[in-house]
């Protein structure tokens, strides 16, 4: 690694709409450097990718490329002065073959027409160097995901990029595919090429990375090397400290010999939880704590049958109980409000009258449809206790703030009675007031009864409401602890180190 | 620099899962062509006249097919391409018997017709982003009601130029006793006949050598992941209909030959016999997937089936449309196997 910065992105601000995404950050890279560009959600990085890329132009600041200054208009042009992207998702073509989709747009072309010979042996000597000794003329779907990832490597390789931004591409891959993976990076790193990797996984940016940027809240927390700080301080400044907002919550209130509501024996999915227990207490709050990507999510889907568990065994209620699909979990009293509340909870364009009564109503059966006055009822009597704000249950609920349609998805599942409630970031996005209100409900329905797990990324939240706390990291359960008695740096602890 | 590319075998490259469409296709029409060499070979069915009249009967559809192809490709649809083939059929009908024009000045004012209303409707997909099914229904209305604001009776053509280039013909000679000898029964193939297989021909290179054929491929495979790649979308979308337009034309002046008369309700469906010619063919209606042999196939199998039932005799001509139909969802089944099964690897 030469000390020579091949990039360079200096006071880079960018604002959207009534957000400050990114705040004078800088950031260098230098030849021959793999550097991680570290964050939460929303801390900035992918505004930085898409500025460097040009997929979002910058309000102030400079980027210079070899010490020219670059203002490239998108993702092609910024292709064409040596800066490619590999995103998460393959951005390849299924339907054309592994080698096409490398050359395809750049066909060497030979007597009038595009030469496949040429494209298919070139196409397979680029893969062998990735040690993939393959048939390039297969259509792409014919592959697995990391072949795949792969190409788009190869492609990003081949147009002569100078840097090569790598955005998740692990997050699909087993771990034989990522250290195939890592050794196609060292390898273009020994020959020059600057890499910006970004990723979640912890274990990762140690194995391979020469620095780490990281970014908070648009704001640049700082440019480290990799020996500088231990996995316990990184993730400490990528969190950040305490809100200090104070929430006046009272934990819900567990009796020691109260039932187990919701029983998880060794529960897994092929493909992202392996192995995993959960017991849920009757008026029990569990916490799931974890970066994003340690697999609360996956869990939390798994127990709602809408990624299927192919092992283990759920007992709810002290029954064990199948659960093939969301409409079993339903059936079993288990409610679900999703993470992306735009995109798997509300329907905006339905009033929010509508919307409460949808879970009730598909459970009662479309044969015994709930009269207009008895869904009003039921609606009014939710908006004045959760407070919704709205002039009345008729407004559509895409026309309400984040906060609100929150609490019209939590109204939904609390009309429906369930005994098991999952909620999967609900507090994301919304302001300080709004995030207590929730948090008080959820409070309120585990004194009902109701047994809750909640998962959030804000780690004083989860250590503010749960009885207990389970811990996640790289699709693992790694330690349960008490809620009550711990603190933010235990959980980053363990976060950062593995089991406690 | 040295190549290590394995050589591949014969095996491994006729059994890549690309060509899984053509194969059925092409299988599907010896199996129907051999039921019928069995059950009429007596009368007739095996020669090569009867073969060749399968182009001859079909041509129009094919030259259409052949844009159509292209069009399903990207994932798009055309509706229009019926509609302006028929007003083509009027322009030079109504050109050359009401105005006296000469029918070259005709087909000149159908091709710019019809390539303008393809480009322009390219446009309005891809620009206006509105879909390829409402656009183009909205191009078939329009070109419908110009033929009918043209004439709402059928012209005849009838024009020296039109009648000769209708009538030229090719015999299919053999060789025997020391001279070349017409084949009997007598077979001949015509201008439509070589214009579908020129058109064939084109569209094979443009799909499998060019890289303008290579981005439509690519932008039925995902038009996003295309354009992120820095393939030039909007011009491809919008230069594929305009062919299609192209193809349309040459269609209507095909089907004019054929019948000589321009009406305007003339080939009302015809946009869907087209895509069926593709969709039994090979070509994925989602796009992505497709080949020009295999649409030269599907227009063939399309036709066999006729052909079958005037060999019958006894049975109506309706059973033809019920095969079609039958055919076209066994193909659709097929498609929605392969295309599963292909994800399933992942």
């Known amino acids: 690694m030469s000390e020579k910065n091949i990039l360079e992105m200096q006071k880079i601000s960018i604002s959207f709409p009534g957000v400050k995404a990114l705040d004078k950050v800088n950031f260098s890279l230098r030849e021959g450097e793999i550097h991680s560009l570290l964050g939460e959600n929303g801390a900035g990085k992918s505004t930085l990718i898409k500025c460097l890329t040009g997929v979002n132009q910058k309000d102030e600041g400079k980027i210079l490329l070899d010490g020219n200054e670059i203002q490239p208009s998108g993702p092609h042009e910024a292709m064409e002065l040596g800066i490619s992207t590999v995103f998460q998702e393959v951005n390849l073509c299924p339907n054309l073959s592994v080698a096409e989709n490398i050359f395809v747009g750049r066909q060497p072309m030979k007597r009038g027409g595009i030469d496949w010979k040429e494209i298919n042996s070139r196409a397979y000597e680029l893969m062998s160097r990735f040690h993939l000794d393959i048939d390039v003329t297969r259509p792409l779907s014919y592959y697995s995901t990391a072949i795949q990832q792969m190409t788009s490597i190869a492609r990003a390789v081949d147009v002569k990029a100078k840097i090569l931004i790598l955005d998740e591409p692990t997050s699909s891959l087993d771990e034989n595919e990522v250290q195939l993976l890592f050794d196609v990076m060292r390898d273009l790193k020994a020959q020059g090429m600057g890499i910006i990797f970004i990723t979640h996984f912890l274990d990762q940016i140690y194995a391979v990375s020469d620095r780490m940027t990281i970014l908070r809240n648009g704001h640049l927390v700082g440019t480290f090397d990799i020996n500088e700080l231990t996995k316990f301080e990184l993730v400490t400044k990528m969190v950040g400290k305490d809100m200090d907002v104070i929430f006046n919550l009272q934990r819900a209130k567990v009796f020691k010999d109260a039932d187990y509501m919701l029983k998880a024996e060794h529960i897994g999915d092929i493909s992202h939880i392996n192995d995993i227990s959960i017991n849920l207490k009757k008026g029990e709050l569990i916490g799931f704590a974890g970066l994003l990507g340690s697999g609360r999510t996956e869990t939390a889907e798994m127990l709602f049958g809408a990624t299927r568990a192919v092992k283990g065994d759920i007992f709810i209620d002290g029954q064990k109980t199948q659960i093939r699909n969301p409409f079993d979990a339903i059936n079993a009293d288990i409610a679900f409000c999703p993470e992306d509340r735009k995109r798997d909870g509300i329907i905006g364009d339905l009033s929010i009258r509508e919307n409460i009564m949808l879970a009730v109503q598909s459970r009662k059966g479309f044969m015994k449809p709930m009269t207009k006055a008895e869904q009003t009822e039921l609606a009014d009597k939710y908006i004045k206790l959760l407070k919704i704000a709205t002039p009345d249950c008729e407004k559509k609920a895409g026309e309400l703030s984040g906060g609100n349609q929150q609490k019209v998805i939590l109204a939904r599942w609390m009309a429906d009675n369930p005994k098991v409630l999952i909620l999967d970031e609900p507090t994301r996005g919304i302001d300080i007031g709004a995030k207590a209100e929730i948090q008080r409900l959820m409070l309120e329905m585990c004194t009902e009864g109701v047994s809750v797990i909640f998962i959030s990324s804000e780690l004083d939240e989860i250590i503010r409401c749960s009885n207990r706390i389970v811990i996640m990291r790289d699709r693992e359960k790694v330690a349960e602890i008490d809620g009550e008695n711990c603190t933010q740096q235990d959980i980053l602890k363990i976060i950062a180190e593995g089991a406690a | ?346």
């Open chain 2, 1 to 346: 620099m040295k190549s290590h590319m394995k050589k591949q075998s014969f095996i491994t490259r006729i059994t890549n899962p690309k060509y899984i469409m053509v194969y059925a296709t092409i299988g599907i029409f010896f199996v129907i062509y051999g039921f019928g060499a069995f059950l009429y070979g007596d009368k007739g069915f095996t020669t090569i006249r009867t073969f060749v009249n399968l182009f001859i009967d079909n041509a129009y559809f094919g030259i259409s097919a052949v844009g159509m192809t292209m069009v399903l490709i990207t994932g798009g649809i055309d509706l229009s391409v019926g509609a302006v083939a028929s007003l083509t059929g009027m322009f030079i009908a109504y050109g050359t018997s009401v105005l006296n024009l000469h029918p070259l000045v005709c087909i000149f004012a159908a091709l710019v017709m019809g390539v303008g209303l393809g480009l322009l409707m390219g446009c309005v997909i891809h620009y206006l982003n509105v879909p390829p099914f409402i656009t183009t229904l909205t191009g078939m209305f329009f070109a419908r009601g110009v033929c009918s604001l043209i004439s709402r009776e059928s012209i005849d053509i009838k024009h020296p130029f039109i009648d000769s280039l209708a009538s030229w013909k090719i015999y299919l000679m053999k060789y025997s006793e020391g001279s070349w000898v017409k084949i009997k029964p007598i077979a001949f193939i015509n201008f439509n006949v070589i214009l579908f297989i020129i058109m064939i021909i084109i569209g094979t290179y443009i799909l499998q050598k060019t890289r303008f054929g290579r981005n439509i491929y690519a932008i039925g495979g995902n038009e996003q992941s295309a354009s992120l790649m820095g393939l030039p979308v909007g011009r491809t979308k919008v230069l594929v209909y305009g062919f299609n337009g192209l193809c349309s034309v040459l269609a209507g002046i095909s089907y004019a030959l054929y019948v000589k008369s321009g009406w305007n309700l003339s080939l009302q469906g015809g946009e869907l016999e087209v895509i069926t010619c593709a969709v039994i063919g090979g070509t994925l209606l989602t796009g992505g997937v497709g080949y020009m042999i295999g649409t030269l196939f599907g227009v063939l199998l399309k036709s066999v089936i006729p052909a079958l039932i005037t060999f019958n005799g006894n049975l109506l001509s309706w059973w033809g449309k019920i095969a079609t139909g039958l055919l076209l969802l066994l193909f659709i089944c097929i498609q929605r196997f392969v295309v599963t099964s292909s994800s399933k690897r992942k």
